[in-house]
């Protein structure tokens, strides 16, 4: 029986170790065309797949959703795509990214992997406007083109009666998304770059929590799981998925 005084317990000292085996930080960003990330973990009663890669637009997880996917036949596909369908210049129409999306989500649910949705992340803005001009958003806005997109994961997620967890909302609350060093995005001061959009080691361990405690919060089987998205799943020296097996194991 899960005992979540026990486990929090746990999970501190998982994440201590984790911490404390010298992973790097501020590592470089991982370049779009680098392969999905090999298995992060098999510890016999479960297996986490990062099938991340940098750069991808929803077009981009189309083409290789059969390989590095479907393939795996995984009981629980966690789904966040839509940074760089309305940040990068391959940039995706909301229409053409809703499309996409829901086909992404079919494809999942029709070979029988149960499904969970993430929204996209917040960005900081002044960073994020030293790669484009202001113009490039419009008429909407930075922020406007954020909620459409993050409208239309919240969307299907109901469409198609499958899991959803906001992470907007959650780095929005407590992520300190700022020029402040504790911001859970890098920026200047903690990344001596400026970013605004990729999360730091914390703004991973973060995201981990966040799906950890969902899954245990909802009973979900994590025996086989693919993590399909784009630099914010795949990571660098950090990630998600790997902190999510940090996590898994001390349950």
Known sequence: MYNRRTAVKNIAKTIAGVVAGNILLG?????????????????????IIN???????????????????????????ILMAG?????????????QYEQNMRELAKGILARKSK????????????????????????PEGIAG??????????????????????LEHRFNAVGKISDDKDSLLKNLANSNKRDGIHPTANGYRFIALSVYDYLIDHKIP??????????ITKGDAENYPGYLKALLKSV
Request: hydrophobic share 35%; with cysteine; net charge negative.
């Open 222 to 231: 994590y025996h086989k799981t693919v993590c399909f998205g784009d630099s």
């Open 27 to 47: 590592t470089p960003a991982i370049a779009a065309n680098d392969h999905p990330g090999a298995v992060e973990g098999n510890d016999g009663d479960f297996l």
């Open 145 to 166: 083109r954020r909620k459409q997109v993050n409208e239309v994961i919240k969307k299907i997620a109901a469409d198609y009666k499958v899991h959803l967890i906001d």
């Open 83 to 95: 940074t760089n369908d309305m940040n990068s210049v391959k940039y995706i129409p909301l229409q």
């Open 115 to 138: 499904l969970i949705m993430m929204t996209i992340l917040p960005c900081h803005e002044p960073d994020l406007l030293t790669r484009h001009p202001a113009a490039f958003y419009e």
């Open 51 to 77: 099938a991340g890669i940098g750069g991808n637009t929803t077009k981009d997880l189309l083409g290789r959703v059969e390989k590095d996917c479907y393939v795996h036949k995984a009981g629980l596909t």
